[in-house]
């Protein structure tokens, strides 16, 4: 498969740090990044901001969580958080698996990986993804993985969700290249699985195919609830199902 341009080498400065005994001395202070990601601009993640649970409102990940999704009568979505996780630019990333099936074949199959800094914006560290035809594999495009081939990290859920913010979500030249943009904090949203109310709602869009446009909704607590594409006509996927390990 023919890859899309390469964007550089990513150069990752990582703070060492000195640990005595197993622990790391609390009267070091960390700061997280102090702007979200943009383009095609490099970042630095320090793997010393990371390691703590996925409990962001708007997107918790806890491992054992499923959500289960709809769009339209045939298309079926199952997304799961695994306990194991993938050392990413020396951050342990979680795994999580997305399978998408269509009248119950199997249509794309996708590992993605996400951390948290201690400040609660998760990131988006890669995602390795397969499409798939009568139970053959005929692409893997979009796969992509920080640090590698000049791929970078982006934001899924920023700490601090304000409206305005625009921020990248992925970065793999001619690739990945996801954007979003925040547009509401306290919009009302009805799917099979319930109501909600104070959603998060954010325009996702990809200079790789301008006239893509999606609108998510994430419920606090939930994550995901509902994806509208307006790209190629009416396209709703909603939660039908969802489940999360009791604390």
Known sequence: MKRGPAAGSLVIAVAMTMVFGGTVSAATPRSCPAELPQGSDPVTLDPADFGGPIDNPYWPMAPKTTWAYKEGRTQRVRISVKSRTKEILGIGATVVHDVVRDRGQLVEDTLDWYAQDRCGTVWYLGEKTAEYEDGVVVSTAGSW????????????????????????????????????????????????????RDALLTKDFTPLHPKMLEYKLYAKGVGPVLVLGVSKGSQREELIRFSAPTP
């Open 145 to 196: 993985e920080a640090g590698v081939d000049g791929a970078f990290p982006g934001v899924i859920v920023p700490a601090d969700p304000t409206v305005g913010l625009t921020y990248r979500q992925e970065y793999y030249a001619g690739e990945a290249e996801d954007a979003a943009r925040i547009l509401s904090t306290d919009e009302r949203v009805q799917v099979p699985y319930g109501s909600f």
